[in-house]
């Protein structure tokens, strides 16, 4: 799998960020970092810039973006302010992986380059047109998709070290899933109940408490639990040894059922149980639980393009609906889609993913895909990866072994970390840089 691979943990942004991030305008809108004429500094970070116009068309684009999806933003003012952290963020970020040494090949420029292309439906012949006719300087375009891909490729690897998994972290996930999986558990109990009388007085308690006592030491004793039931117990299930069947946890006495909870299938409670009838000696007989490691994987395959700052979600979406246009028309194979146009390592392999378990893919992804049928295609799916075209293939229910049933439950722990850990990862890369907002000149 490639790095824009739904399987792979990635970058958890803010809402704006990536508000900000999925947007598409006219190629004439998309920010430099180097003022033009009539533009001004608003911000220099170490050795970087920005700008009042990239600022400005953030917010703009940021503004129509709402305005499409009926989102609500905050306060002008207050979504300035948050539009010029999160570039003073990015070029805190972008600094930081010059200093680090950190290169970007010109092929894999080159592939994000024809990628945008791609997305507006142009020729990489037509892009430079483009960008000539609205005076756009093409190798700073350029310049700007490599540092687009140093700041993606600095924050994983930065943050990713900053994320440390104790193997108790995963017991405690492994103990709660179980623990959750298995909280409406089927389980028979059988039961001698020695009845109380409504307002009996301690004389007769005692009493049957003591014939209860008996019956539990009969068995404790080596006697057949059936047969001490079939003989002492009051209640309508006598005849079947005590025997109240199988039955789900939520249809049994929360009594029962917490006496029981530390049982093993055969053994009894240590003492008759009081409750409102009377005693209770309880066995438990069965304890049908889920196993932990037994899951549904979900074969599926899909068509992911990516998106940038230059080509935006929207693009995105519409080139895939029309993909799913042509293969449900039968005018395209989904594998010939994927491997012509696919921006992930799946490409090659007509989009398939392969087994998927759960917790293996990011949420959103994960979601929409386990809303499908076998044979179902997806509307397209707005991943933090770009936008996907996914089809689900076929299911089947498969026992983990216990090496992979923990590394399903460190992914998913890595996966709910990592948006704190990029939060403080870039608080601190704030803090040690160097900040100056500038004010409008007069």
Known sequence: MTEMSPCRPRLLRGTLLLLLAALHLPLAAQGTGTPRSGDWIAAVVNQELVTAGEVERRLERAQAEAARAGMR?????????????????????????????????????????????????????????????EGMDYLRFRANVREQIMIERLREREVYRRIEISDEDVDRLLAERRAALNADAEINVAQ???TVPDGADATTVAVRRAIAAAALARVRGGEDFAAVAREVSEDGNRERGGEIGLRPASRLPDLFVESVRSL????????PVRSGAGFHVLKLLERKEVP???????????????????????VAARRLAEFRRQIESGAASFEDIARQHSEDGSAAGGGDLGWISPGALVPEFEEAMNALPPGGLSEPVVSRFGVHLIQVLERRNVALEPRQLREQARNVLREQRFGQAYQDWTKELRSRAYVELREPPQ
């Open 73 to 133: 933003l905050p306060p002008e003012n207050e979504l300035r302010r948050q539009v010029l952290d999160a570039l003073i963020d990015e070029r805190a970020i972008l600094s930081t992986a010059r200093e680090s040494g950190m290169r970007v090949d010109e092929p894999e420029v080159d592939r994000a380059m024809q990628s945008i292309a791609d997305q507006n439906q142009i020729s990489l012949a037509t892009l430079r047109e483009r960008l000539a006719a």
């Open 264 to 271: 093993q299938p055969g053994e009894v409670t240590p003492a």
């Open 292 to 314: 932990l490691g037994m899951v549904t994987q979900t074969r599926a395959r899909h068509v992911l393009l990516r998106v940038s700052p230059q080509a935006g979600a929207d």
């Open 192 to 194: 001698i109940l020695v």
